[in-house]
């Protein structure tokens, strides 16, 4: 059965606005209990505001207007991972590990730097190594933090932590959708099945990412609320 591509590019269109309007719902809850937020809380509502909505606005505007969105999509990726590193650094009790992640931010950037200065074929399109640098990052910074929740539990159920729901949303993000871009070259002459994908990646977006940000900043203003009870 095949797939009208242009019912496909229709659908894609609607999806890239509503993965920016999606970045709303955490940035329209982080305004109304900032004063709630922690610090890795006020780090998501940033990523969420400059990120996904400012720059991902931005995205769409170039894409639409300018028909060429790649320095703003690139930009929006290198601060997407920034913000979010940055909100781990302070959910991290180890020392050692926050002093790991200056270190791994400045590899990130280096590496976006190296890739879009001289690796990138800037006629062709977006590079995908920005982006597997970025899933590596995050995976490996949300695992870090599971691992510290197993080994320093605390009484109150994961389902309740603000920052585990918010790593649930970034681990089924990235994990899911890095594949998209490791495999976007390779078929680029079967433009349907690129573009089918990239709905899975948008919907994913929209779905767990800004949702689990948003259902973790709402968690850190019910807590400063009302004092925590033991789980049983």
């Not at 926050?98 to 400045?106: E, K, M, T, V, Y």
């Not at 949303?169 to 070259?185: C, D, I, N, S």
């Not at 800004?210 to 004092?227: D, H, K, V």
Request: proline residues 4%; charged residues 10%; aromatic residues 12%.
């Amino acid at each position: 059965m095949t797939v009208s591509s242009v019912w496909l590019v229709a659908l894609s269109k609607q999806l890239n606005v509503l993965s920016v309007a999606a970045a709303l719902l955490p940035v329209g809850v982080g305004l109304l209990h900032w004063r709630h937020l922690t610090t890795s809380g006020r780090c998501l509502w940033v990523c969420s505001l400059l990120a996904s909505l400012l720059l991902g606005g931005l995205c769409e505007y170039g894409r639409l207007v300018w028909h060429n969105n790649i320095l703003p999509l690139r930009s929006q990726v290198w601060l997407e991972t920034v913000m979010l590193t940055v909100a781990y650094y302070h959910a991290f009790t180890n020392p050692r590990r926050r002093r790991a992640i200056p270190w791994l931010l400045g590899v990130f950037t280096l590496g976006a730097v190296v890739e879009t200065g001289w690796f990138m074929d800037w006629r062709v399109g977006n590079g995908p190594y920005l982006h597997v640098l970025q899933a590596m990052l995050l995976i490996g910074v949300v695992l870090a933090y599971f691992e510290q929740l197993l080994n320093n539990p605390t009484p109150v159920p994961l389902s309740r932590n603000p920052m585990f729901v918010a790593s649930v949303g970034v681990m089924f993000y990235y994990a899911g959708t890095v594949f998209v871009y490791v495999l976007e070259r390779v078929m680029r002459q079967d433009t349907d099945q690129i573009r089918m994908m990239f709905i899975v990646e948008y919907t994913l977006r929209i779905l767990v990412l800004n949702g689990g940000i948003a259902a973790a900043l709402w968690l850190m203003a019910r807590r400063a609320g009302q004092p925590v009870r033991a789980a049983r």
